[in-house]
């Protein structure tokens, strides 16, 4: 029986993060982290959860841009958008009208992930989605001079072979994960050595730590923690967009006695050809360049590729076009041979975006070479279905869906402004 959706409600839920310095950096130095949280329910009873990251202020912005999208949501069944996913596709992201405060980035496409997310949520509980269907949810609209509907079709086809064996592999042993935990700009030397002295107990072999404010602070960070985790372990670092694109290549070069595997966001996120120039420069001295966090869409990710910008890609499960998008720029970073190493961390982005790694070395790529998932180890208890991490490997989901329902009490207590939570902190606010 088709599952008409006949309602969809968005809610503002933040989590006083900045309290604790957690997820501090270079640009975002006081972040609280925070969901535009999505649920569509169908009148066969069968609901669909769904997100988009955000660090705080502007949620309500999103949360705006979600209610004015559900006009296209509400009253279609499910059976009917997956039929032409593609199309469902492009008639949120290019309507006549507010296709013009995109079109396809910022808060409208933060949005349009949240609603596609709880979707894909819905529609993930059916097994089973063939290449053929998997092509058919892509729109190729802009990326055909990098990779046709027929290109993509034959990559997937081709990940046929050896499927079942890479599905037991990672039911086995996991997908590889790097944290981020350790090393929070905010975070003092002292927090630093106790959170990384638990990490090797616990098995964690790949770190990232946060650049980009003091060259000094940095350099003496960067040496602890090298010394912490011993010459043999992956190092990585974040700037978060910090420097312009000669200071770029100017610290990294003063950082590279730590031998980082890469730098991540080294500059504006937009300036593709200045990436392409730090990638050249840190070459020689073996460091890559990884960015896509705040990469608007897979038309960025083409030229990224296109212009040698990227060693490394970073996909990011809500600020892409949901499933939708990512699966596009992951056939894409295949084509090119560029490793897909995803952003997660945050709310729910843990959850969300193993599915896609997951996806990725099974149907995709078949190769673990140079690839990691980050992870963040903040939050993941207020969600039904949280993340398994075992000897720093994500072991595969086993509930049915994307993995993004949360748990009520936690919506309801954090619910800005009026959660129990919100409402404590706001009274004992200054005037």
């Excluded at 050595?193 to 964690?204: F, I, P």
């Excluded at 940095?218 to 190092?235: A, H, N, S, V, W």
Aim: proline share 5%; with cysteine; glycine share 8%.
């Amino acid at each position: 029986m088709p599952q008409k959706i006949v309602k969809l409600t968005v809610k503002d839920v933040r989590f006083p993060t900045s309290l604790g310095q957690h997820g501090s950096d270079a640009m975002h130095t006081d972040p609280d982290y925070s969901v535009a949280y999505v649920v569509i329910e169908t009148d066969g009873g069968m609901k669909g959860y769904g997100l988009t990251f955000t660090v705080g202020r502007g949620t309500e912005v999103v949360v705006c841009a979600v209610k004015a999208l559900s006009g296209f949501v509400v009253g279609k069944t499910l059976e009917e958008i997956v039929g032409d996913f593609r199309g469902f596709y492009r008639l949120l992201t290019s309507d006549g009208q507010m296709r013009w405060i995109g079109p396809e980035k910022g808060v409208i496409q933060l949005a349009t992930a949240a609603v596609l997310n709880a979707v894909w949520d819905l529609w993930a509980r059916a097994e089973g989605k063939s290449p053929e269907q998997l092509v058919s949810c892509i729109d190729f609209r802009y990326i055909t001079d990098a990779l046709t509907e027929q290109e993509a079709l034959d990559l997937l086809r081709k990940a046929q072979t050896g499927k079942t064996e890479r599905e037991e592999q990672m039911l086995k042993e996991g997908y590889p994960a790097y944290t981020t935990s350790c090393a929070w700009l905010g975070y003092s030397d002292q927090q630093l050595t106790q959170l990384c002295t638990d990490a090797l107990a616990s098995g964690w072999s790949r770190f990232k730590v946060k650049v980009g404010a003091e060259l000094e602070d940095d350099e003496r960070r960067c040496r602890l923690i090298r010394q912490m985790i011993g010459p043999d372990k992956t190092l990585m670092m974040d700037a978060n967009q910090r420097w312009d694109v000669g200071e770029a290549i100017s610290w990294v070069t003063s950082l590279a006695p730590f031998r980082p595997l890469w730098i991540e966001e080294p500059t504006s996120p937009d300036d593709i050809l200045g990436h392409a120039t730090i990638s050249k420069a840190l070459a020689p001295l073996g460091i890559g360049v990884a960015s896509g966090e705040q990469c608007h869409n897979r038309v960025m990710f083409k030229q990224f590729l296109q212009a040698s910008a990227l060693q490394f890609v970073q996909i990011d499960s809500c600020r892409l076009g949901s499933v939708n998008e990512n699966l596009a720029v992951l056939l894409m970073a295949h084509k090119f041979q560029v490793p897909v190493c995803p952003h997660a961390g945050g709310v729910g982005l843990c959850e969300l975006v193993q599915h896609l790694i997951l996806f990725d070395y099974i149907s995709v790529s078949a190769d673990l070479n140079n690839r990691m998932c980050e992870y963040v180890d903040h939050l993941h208890e207020h969600f039904t279905s949280p993340v398994v991490i075992r000897n720093a490997h994500y072991l595969p989901p086993k509930d049915p869906g994307y993995s993004c329902e949360m748990l009520e009490s936690s919506v309801e207590t954090h619910q800005f402004p009026g959660g129990e939570v919100w409402a404590n902190l706001l009274a004992k606010a200054p005037e």
